[in-house]
């Protein structure tokens, strides 16, 4: 399901979240302080009620009530005030009644009261009350809450003004911030689609901020995978050109053969020989080539099953047939145990290829094969004495169609491909393959596995997939 709705940018979402933050913010902060003050401000009035009768209970000292005195204290409250006072005259001992001003006509108001303490009053609003009854009086007070009220509204407003002008001031400065950090990521983004449309894979990497941390480590990591796609590409476009170089020449000298027989094959029977033999050479050069490139691919995308394997067993098993086609002289120095986790199938390749290797180049040379144990590693050499390996030329040696002399290289069988094949299947063993020089000449092939636990070395083939 797609989205019709654009896409926001990290500055609108930080902007957007900051003021949806700060509007939670208010509305809660705003709640919090009306209700506080709202207590505080019917403690306050209840509490003024409550203190006028008192005043008034305190004048009614004689049998007969001051009226002044009740009339002067109805008048010292803060806002509108009405006092209604049921009392019995002590000399004639009958029920009298006292209003404050304009009292008597707001009692005959209906009412209705909240809470104990406050009131409401139809057509007139809200008041606090207090009644209180003596044995002599029967006081009641009620105040207007307008001047709450009005400090309610006073609050209201000064809290919005505050998270008005808060607000304002923190989207500005929350703007400016998200400008900040998301500036470096535009910039990333802008770069990334100009390297996309551009056709120079080799093209300068992306530039990697200083600050935030996160873009700084995020244009690091891109800048990396850049040069290995860089590199990538660079290898497979090599490949490419080396496999139809490789490919070409055979190809060249069957076709050049097959138009030497169409020409002269009829005149000169003596040349199908010569030519049948060179044909059969270079379809069988073109055929390992084939299946050395196939190779390559499938290992690619192959993985392996690894299991115990006794190395050193593994050796003496493939050094000892290879032996019996070999006029090389091959010594094996091999440890008793030596159990490394791998597939029996490709280390038999791995070792085969290295002698081949050996026997290549180093036709009359001596070939050592060792299984070895240091620290926690198996070591396998095959070493020999034929001659040294360039320094220039040994971080080549498993690239594809390397070869160390260019000049020699149609004298020598192969693709050029086997320490390739060599490099894929070490690297799926999880191993590490090297190359130094051999006293006094020649090369050592190094190749170290992890040293498997002997607990696990007697346990079924796993199937887990590594």
């Known amino acids: 399901m797609t989205n019709d709705h654009p896409a926001l940018t990290n500055r609108s979402l930080i902007r957007r979240t900051y003021i949806r933050t700060i509007l ?11 209700s506080v003050i709202a207590v505080l401000l019917i ?13 008034l209970q305190d004048t009614f000292v004689h049998p007969t009530p001051n009226t002044d005195a009740w009339q002067a204290t109805s008048q010292q409250g803060p806002s509108t005030t009405y006092v209604k006072i049921q009392y019995r005259n002590g000399n004639t001992n009958r029920q009298h009644t006292f209003y404050s001003k304009k009292a008597a006509a707001f009692t005959t108001q209906s009412s209705h009261q909240l809470t104990a303490g406050i009131t409401s009053v139809n057509g007139s609003g809200w008041y606090f009350y207090k009644r209180h009854r003596t044995a002599r009086a029967t006081y009641q007070v009620w105040i207007k809450a307008d001047y709450a009220l009005q400090q309610l509204y006073t609050v209201i407003i000064a809290v919005l003004l505050v998270v008005v002008l808060s607000a304002s001031i923190g989207t500005f400065l929350i703007d400016l911030a998200a400008k900040r950090i998301t500036q470096p990521l535009a910039s990333l983004t802008k770069t990334a689609n100009q390297r996309v449309q551009a056709t120079d894979i080799s093209a ?3 530039p990697v901020p200083a600050e935030p941390l996160e873009a700084h480590q995020l244009a690091g990591s891109f800048n990396q995978l850049l040069r290995a796609l860089n590199d990538q590409m660079t290898r497979e476009k090599r490949f490419v050109a080396d496999a139809s170089h490789e490919l070409r020449t055979p190809l060249a000298v069957i076709r050049g053969y097959i138009s030497l027989l169409q020409r002269r094959g009829k005149q000169h029977p003596e040349v199908f020989d010569e030519a049948l033999s060179f044909l059969d050479s270079e379809s069988l050069r073109l055929q390992e080539l084939v299946a050395s490139l196939l ?6 995308q192959a993985i392996l099953t690894l299991e115990p394997v006794n190395l050193s067993n593994l050796l003496t098993t493939v050094v000892t047939s290879y032996q019996q086609q070999s006029p090389q002289s091959i010594t094996t120095q ?7 986790s791998g597939h029996p199938d490709s280390l038999k390749q791995i070792t085969l290829a290295l002698l081949d290797n050996a026997r290549k180049y180093a036709a009359n040379a001596t ?17 020999n004495t034929g001659p040294n390996i360039p320094d220039d030329a040994k971080p080549h040696l498993f690239d594809r169609f390397y070869r160390v002399d260019e000049s020699r290289s149609s004298d020598i069988p192969g693709s050029g491909l086997g320490l390739a094949i060599v490099k894929q299947l070490v690297d799926q063993h999880h191993a590490q393959i090297s190359v130094t020089d051999n006293v006094p000449t020649g090369a050592v092939f190094s190749i170290t596995f992890d040293q498997l636990d002997p607990q696990f070395k007697n346990e079924e083939p796993s199937s887990n997939l590594h």
């Open 24 to 34: 939670i913010t208010a509305v809660l902060s705003l709640f919090i302080t009306l």
């Open 295 to 300: 190779t390559i691919t499938r290992n690619e």
């Open 43 to 55: 403690q306050s009035g209840t509490n003024t009620a409550t203190k006028m009768t008192e005043s």
């Open 204 to 206: 300068a990497p992306l």
């Open 334 to 340: 091999l440890a008793s145990d030596s159990w490394i």
């Open 367 to 383: 070939v050592t094969v060792k299984a070895q144990q240091i620290d926690q590693h198996i070591v396998m050499t095959v070493a």
